[in-house]
């Protein structure tokens, strides 16, 4: 269990590890802030290193809560949308695999509050966020890809941007409008 502090008036959990480094975290689903440093940091440089990052905590906090908001407001997708959102899955699947030398073993549509995707490597199961439903296609492609390169690379590491940019060379910008909306 952590201390709490308070800058600028943002609770602070202050939590003292085997790490090399002062680091940050905002904690999904509503931002809540960690720090984690080394035992003999003190409590004082921990304080100037979060009032540094303030104006970004309270930034990137904001933007969680918008999300955890438009999230709660989109509706359960109906069996008609969810057998659509399959379908394009099965289409993007089938377009990328054979291209990228990689096959999933299953596809599965669940709704997650943090991520968009994931993939367990060792058994090649993928599964895609219902969400998805409410992006462009364009989005849901971007996902696709990016939980196949997994199958080939696990970590998001630089081999897996170079594969990435390899098989979808716009794959940035793609993120980036995913993350605006």
Not at 47 to 61: L, S, Y
Not at 82 to 104: F, N, P, T
Not at 155 to 171: G, I, V
Request: net charge positive.
């Amino acid at each position: 269990m952590g201390k709490i502090i308070y800058i600028d008036q943002i609770p602070v959990t202050v939590e003292y590890r085997r790490v090399k480094n002062v680091n940050l975290y905002l904690k999904p689903p509503d931002g809540q802030v960690l720090v984690t440093a080394p035992r003999q940091v003190p409590l004082k440089r921990i304080r100037e290193f979060v009032e540094g990052k303030a104006d970004w905590i309270r930034k990137h906090q904001e933007r969680m809560q918008r999300a955890v908001a438009s999230r709660e407001a989109e509706p359960e997708l109906s069996r008609a949308q969810r057998e659509l959102l399959r379908e394009k899955v099965a289409y993007y699947a089938g377009k990328w695999e054979s291209r990228m030398g990689v096959h999933a073993t299953g596809w599965t549509l669940r709704r997650m509050k943090t991520r968009w995707g994931s993939c367990t490597v060792n058994t090649g199961r993928i599964r895609i966020n219902t969400r998805l439903y409410f992006y462009p296609d364009e989005i849901l492609e971007y996902i696709v890809v990016h939980e196949l390169c997994h199958l080939l690379e696990p970590s998001h590491d630089q081999r897996f941007q170079a594969l990435m940019t390899e098989f979808l060379p716009d794959w940035k910008e793609r993120r980036r409008r995913m993350r605006k909306r």
